[in-house]
């Protein structure tokens, strides 16, 4: 079935450093792929998308690019800031049919340090 | 902005009782859906809901647990003899056709 591997955290990272959190899929169709964020102690909020090969999906500074030859949608933002310190998800959504559940990654935690 | 709510955030509940979890969706949102994420690990899929009922189910979503749409805008999640490991945050999301947006969570512990 369709599955999500991101890179394995915590990732701590010294403010204006350069952020890549790696994402990979496997998928029997064409996917949307999927940045969420989840700030502490809040809920799960869309970072951006991509819904077709070659698309670039941004958002608050943070960018991925749908990569369908390595299967892969890699988070990155060039200068990361504290408040950027959350967990991040990577997830797919088929686009046959009518439901779109979402599957997900494990997750990468991201602490920035002033 | 319209947002997906969820009630309550916090629920602490006894082995073997029966919780009901609740979520307002979107209000022109069609699909909507049950996720949970036990502590550490990752989120999952329970099921998907349309058109007053279920679209699809994973294979966590087993007898133990239901969803209804009692009222035309609640969307209530009802697990029944709950166990230690059901405790979990478990969210709900409804969608436009591109994008799901997700409630705060609620965090449901069994003891």
């Known amino acids: 079935g369709d599955s999500v591997t991101q890179m394995e955290g915590p990732v701590t990272l010294s403010e204006e450093a350069f952020l890549t959190i790696n994402c990979t899929y496997t998928?029997?169709?064409?996917?949307?792929l999927f940045w969420y964020v989840q700030y502490p102690g809040e809920g799960l909020q869309l970072l951006l998308k991509?819904?077709?090969a070659d698309d670039k999906g941004s958002n608050k500074g943070f960018e991925a690019t749908y990569r369908k030859e390595t299967t892969s949608f890699h988070l990155e933002k060039g200068s990361v800031q504290v408040s950027d310190s959350a967990v991040y998800f990577c997830?797919?959504?088929?686009?046959?049919?009518?439901?779109?559940?979402?599957?997900w990654g494990l997750g990468t935690s991201l602490a920035v340090n002033p | 902005e319209p947002e997906v709510t969820q009630t309550p955030s916090h629920q602490v509940t006894q082995m073997g009782q029966e919780v009901i979890l609740r979520c307002v969706p979107i209000?022109?949102?069609?699909?909507f859906y049950w996720y949970r994420q036990i502590l550490g690990q990752k989120v999952e899929f329970l099921v998907s809901?349309?058109?007053?009922?279920?679209?699809?189910k994973s294979e966590i979503f087993d007898d133990q647990f239901s969803v209804e749409r009692p009222d035309g805008s609640n969307f209530t999640l009802k697990i029944r003899s709950t166990k230690l490991e059901d405790s979990a945050m478990y969210f709900c999301?409804?969608?436009?056709?591109?994008?799901?947006?997700f409630g705060q969570g609620t965090r449901l512990t069994v003891v």
């Open positions: 809901f349309y058109n007053n009922e279920i679209s699809e």
């Open positions: 998928a029997t169709g064409y996917p949307s």
């Open positions: 991509a819904t077709k």
């Open positions: 999301a409804s969608n436009s056709y591109t994008e799901a947006f």
């Open positions: 997830a797919l959504s088929e686009n046959a049919g009518n439901n779109r559940k979402l599957i």
């Open positions: 209000s022109n949102h069609l699909y």
